[in-house]
Each structure stands twice: as C-alpha cells, then as structure tokens.
C-alpha cells in the first residue's frame, strides 16, 4: 500500500496535463498499479480482505481526486501562458487600412442627381455611341449648321459618333414616352477638345420637363436652377444671361457669383465676380417637332459635372480630375 504514497507525489508534482494524463494511465489503466493491488487481494487471507479492499477503495477515489485537482491547475496555468504569450498590445500602432471613397465627380453627380430626384424628375440614360439625328438633327442642329463646330467629336461610319452632350437623352426619352415627362440625364459625352479646362471625355446632367402647352414659363425653369443652385453652392447670387442654344428658344446661361472671391472679382472668375455654370431654355418648337410632339411646352438645361466639382473643391485644372493620382484624391475623402 505504502506503493500508493508514491503516486500522491508524482500527482503534485506533475507539470503538464500530458504528464498527469500519462500518471492516470499508470494508476488507474488496466495494467495499473492499482489493478495490481486489487489482483493481490485474491492471496490475501480472507479476513484482511474486506479491510483491503476499502482501503484500496478510499485511495482509488482520493487519487481521482488529486488528479481532477491537479488537472484543473495545470489547465489555470497554460491558459494563462497562452494569453500572456498571445495577448495584443492595443497601445501598439496598427498597420494602416486604407478607405475607399467616392470620386470627386462621382460624389458631384450624386448630390446633383439627388436633388432633382427629390424634385421627382426621373433618372434616364440614353447611348453613347449614338446617331446623328439624336444628337444633332432632331436638336435642331441640321447638317452644316455652324453651331456643330462647336461640338466636334469622334465618328464611325454609318453617321454613327460618340454623344457630344447628354441633349440627346432628350431625344430618345420623348421618342418613346408620352408628356408629361420630367427628367434628368446623367453621363459621360465626349469631344475633340484638350486643354486646361476641357478634357476628350467628360460628364453632363441634361434637364427636360415637359408638360401641355401654356404650362410650362420660364419662371418654373428659373425657379428651379435658382433653387438647385443654393442647394449645390449655398447662398449664392444667381444671374441668368441671354444665350443661344440650338434646341432651346429663348435660351440663357447662368451665372453664380464667384464661390471663391464673393462676388469681388479674382483670378478664377477673371475679375468678374461671376463664374457660368450651365445653359437652359424653353424647348424650341423644331424639337418637339421633330419627336412629333404637339400642344406642348417645356425647358430645357445642361450642366458640366467636373465644373461643378472644380467649384465644390475648388480645383484648378480640369485635367487632375482625370489623372487618378491617389495623393491628389485623398484630399477629397
Ligand atoms: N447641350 C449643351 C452643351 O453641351 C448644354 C445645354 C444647354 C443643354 C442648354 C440644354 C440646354 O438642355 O437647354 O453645351
């Protein structure tokens, strides 16, 4: 029995769950130490047996329980190791995680289009690869006409050319819906063009309401702009100058005053105090007769997008829009 003793050490001293596993195998397995001492029970004389036994009984459960004991602090104490071993410094800096964000033009487009969304115009798209008429013809710009030098642009064959504005969004809009209609057309239009201010391709949002004839004045259109205008660059002045577009009679653009000198005159708005922002008008009758539209009126207007986020932000060249340099678009996050 005094074999016993031994083990109660082994059980304290043990220092890993391994080690004690490897003790329980040794006292309790079936060729254990203690199947050993209940085997020599047998040739013990039969009055000391039943006082073997218990004892062999009371040692059997109290060595369970060391063990049990023991395993739970060896468990305490590797647990412990291992957090301390894995445990994170928070005070530590982190390699760094880059965000993504909206493009500076993209961003401008949203908050555009949010607004006359909220003013229920519907959002629509239109091609652009599109044709001659859709772009030119039916927006009264007949071939020949002076005005298309202004909007030279990339052709295929067949009359087939990359959209010089989003007008023709117009067009295909009235083609294939009946009036009232009210929509905006965001997207990219292409031209021949590359300088400081103008880049081959860039973004316009094109304008239609369209409604029975008498209903729709110029007030409604200046009424609108002013109020998109306010909400796009704050409390600005708005001034809406004689123009001419093709496909709108009569025809304006519109100025803000100057979001970077108030109004005082500077070296972006070329000492004017005034900055052009977009084109409008009241729908010329040639194009509603060209998408055979009768008893109607309507306005018209057309905006650059990367103008308007080069006056959100401020930018100077057009052309930095373009470049995607992550330092230079970072600023804009
Ligand atoms: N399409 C014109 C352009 O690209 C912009 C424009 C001006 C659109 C007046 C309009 C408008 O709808 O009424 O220069």
């Not at 029995?1 to 004690?20: F, H, N, R």
């Not at 218990?54 to 329980?65: A, D, G, P, Y």
């Not at 021949?192 to 949002?205: A, N």
């Amino acid at each position: 029995m005094s074999l016993l003793k031994e083990w109660y050490d082994a059980i304290t001293e043990a220092q890993s769950v391994e080690k004690l596993e490897e003790i329980r195998i040794s006292v309790f397995g079936k060729k254990g130490v203690l199947a050993a001492e209940f085997a020599k029970m047998k040739t013990a004389p039969n009055e000391q047996k039943s006082q073997i036994a218990k004892e062999l009984n009371t040692h059997k459960s109290s060595l369970m329980n060391e063990l049990t004991v023991r395993k739970i602090t060896l468990q305490t104490l590797e647990l412990e190791k291992a957090m301390k071993a894995e445990a994170i410094d928070v005070s530590l800096f982190s390699s760094k995680s880059e965000a993504g964000a909206l493009h500076p033009v993209m961003e401008t487009m949203d908050r555009i289009v949010e607004y006359f969304s909220s003013m229920n115009f519907a959002v629509k798209t239109g091609n652009m690869v599109e044709d001659d008429f859709n772009n030119f013809e039916a927006l009264n710009l007949p071939k020949y006409h002076p005005a298309r030098d202004m909007q030279d642009t990339f052709y295929f064959k067949d009359e087939m050319l990359l959209r010089t504005h989003t007008s023709p969004v117009q067009i295909r809009t009235m083609m294939n819906t009946k009036p009232p209609i009210r929509m905006i057309a965001p997207g990219a239009v292409f031209r021949r063009d590359y300088d400081l201010t103008h880049t081959p391709m860039f973004h316009q949002i094109e304008g239609l309401l369209v409604d029975k004839e008498g209903k729709v004045s110029f007030a409604n259109l200046k009424y609108i702009l002013e109020d998109f205008l306010k909400y796009m660059f704050g409390e600005v002045e708005v001034r809406f100058r004689p123009s001419f577009f093709p496909f709108t009679e009569p025809s304006a653009e519109v100025d803000i005053s100057c979001v970077f000198c108030k109004g005082k005159g500077c070296r972006v708005c070329s000492k004017t105090g005034w900055l052009e922002v977009l084109g409008c008008g009241i729908v010329d009758p040639n194009v509603f007769e060209a998408v055979n539209y009768k008893d109607v009126s309507g306005y018209a207007f057309g905006l650059g997008v990367e103008r308007f986020a080069m006056l959100i932000h401020q930018i100077g060249d057009l052309r930095s829009l373009f470049e995607g340099d992550i330092k230079f678009l970072e600023q804009f996050q």
